[in-house]
């Protein structure tokens, strides 16, 4: 009789408050019979402060993962259950395991989402940017060329874009985004979950000065910019007011109006629509 695979879980951890685990988590790092780790060094602490016992296997950093895929891929097949961890939060969002997930996908091992702590949809929902539509994209590239044109690409995007980045780098691509974009909204959340955990919340050149007087930056950072368009400010909703009235006064008819205003400032006809009678339930509201 041949014997049935195991099943691999992907086992979000703490992004930094020990308390932030879920107790399917735990119960499941508790009964499977080996723990793959990004790290054990770090996986050892999380497991050492709830009294897990649960032997570890070799690490599973980068580099070294699709070396060792076929090292679980035997102990699946043998039917042994297997958790895997990160380093911090949800395996594979920027840390190893996609080969071994692929991997199993293909030989028909089960795959199971234990879902829990991200850094992401934390630094998300805690933003103030728009949460329907998101991009999450990694970090950026190291070298200053190459980071200044993905940031170009990523500015032209019309969702809330995420992204991690180096505390020591942050300056320097803060700097980029003031540059490409000034008045972008931008938020940096640091140190989420931790002790000194903080959003700094403006335009990107606001931001970018909020940290270039402070000196070194310390901690983990995901840095968050608004969706493309999403800088309109109320000077230029007041433009497009002032136009659109100018235009009615000179004879056009508001449909006409409103497809000029669209062509003289870029913007959609439906978005100058909408910011018309935003502007207007505005003043309904303040003088009723």
Known sequence: ?????GVLYLCATPIGNLED???????ILREVDVIVAEDSRRTRKLLAHYGLTTPLSKSLYQGVEE??????????????KVALVSDAGTPLISDPGFPL????????????PIPGPSAVLAALVGSGLPPERFLFAGYPPRKPGERR????????????????????????TLHIVAELAPERPTVVARELTKVHEEFVRGEARAVYESFRVRGQVRGECVVLLGPAGEAKTKSNL???????????????????????VARRTGHSRRDVYQALLNRA????????
């Open 238 to 260: 007041e433009e497009i007011q002032a136009l659109y009235q100018g235009l009615l006064a000179q004879g056009l008819s508001p449909q006409e109006a409103r497809k000029e």
């Open 101 to 112: 997930v692929r991997a199993c996908i293909r030989e028909g091992i089960p795959v199971v």
């Open 281 to 288: 339930q505005s003043k309904e509201a303040e003088n009723p």
């Open 149 to 172: 044109r993905w940031l170009s690409e990523l500015l032209s995007i019309p969702a809330t874009v995420i992204f991690f980045e180096a505390p020591s780098r942050l300056l320097s």
């Open 21 to 27: 685990i879920t107790l399917r988590a735990l119960r």
């Open 67 to 80: 070396a060792r895929v076929a090292g679980v891929l035997a102990l699946l097949r043998a039917g042994k």
């Open 1 to 5: 009789m041949e014997k049935m695979p």
